[in-house]
């Protein structure tokens, strides 16, 4: 799960704020917006299709197959990381309503800024909620099932459970680099020209005036 084609585009803008680009500017932050939310909304739909996969798998696997104790428990623990997943990516992106396309500009980047916020925070602890409770299940499922496999010799046993221990290791080593670089190169640099432009706007008082302007 990552950002990757979102790319943030008015930073030359917020470097120098003058009251004849001031439109042009509101409709680029809104546009901007409006992009990167429906990119987090697609991700969160292809998340929420992949666990509809692995419930169905998996459940299947619990209700039908001759599982040991272990093993069910190990599935038991992924069947409820992966609702926990579904419920932390939406319950995110709904935490706070959106801010309103026609509300002041600085509203409106101030609400985005702390909607971004939460974004970075989400993919730099991807670990705690993502893939460490998947990886969790999985790696008590397969102790489960190579325990019951009596026909591995003892230190066999050990070497293969410490090779599918490293293996998951390195997937949950993968996809924390993975989303924190996400996180820097997309939500980051977003996060800092939204505040650079609430500074610039609170400082500026461009966006009263163009309030007022428009009451008027």
């Given at each position: ?157 050990y ?43 609170s ?5 009263s ?8």
């Amino acid at each position: 799960m990552n950002l990757d084609d979102f790319k943030s585009s008015w930073k030359q803008r917020t470097d120098e704020l003058a009251s004849d680009q001031f439109p042009t500017l509101t409709a680029d932050v809104f546009a901007r917006a409006a992009q990167l939310e429906a990119v987090i909304r697609r991700r969160d739909w292809v998340e929420a299709g992949a666990a509809a996969a692995v419930l169905i798998f998996f459940g299947l696997t619990l209700g039908l197959g001759a599982l040991p104790m272990v093993a069910k428990v190990g599935v038991v623990i992924i069947l409820l990381s992966t609702l926990e997943i579904v419920v932390v990516l939406f319950w995110t992106r709904h935490r706070d309503a959106r801010p309103r396309s026609d509300a002041p500009l600085l509203e409106f980047c101030t609400t985005e800024m702390r909607r971004v916020e939460r974004q970075i925070r989400l993919l730099r602890n991807v670990t705690w909620w993502y893939s460490g409770p998947i990886l969790l299940g999985a790696c008590v499922m397969t102790f489960g099932v190579l325990q019951s496999a009596s026909v591995l010799p003892g230190l066999m046993y050990y070497g293969f459970l410490s090779a599918f221990g490293a293996c998951f290791l390195v997937v949950a080593i993968i996809i924390h680099r993975m989303n924190a670089r996400a996180a820097q190169i997309t939500l980051v640099p977003m996060r800092e020209e939204l505040a650079q432009l609430v500074r610039s706007l609170s400082e500026t008082g461009l966006d009263s005036d163009a309030q007022r302007s428009t009451t008027s």
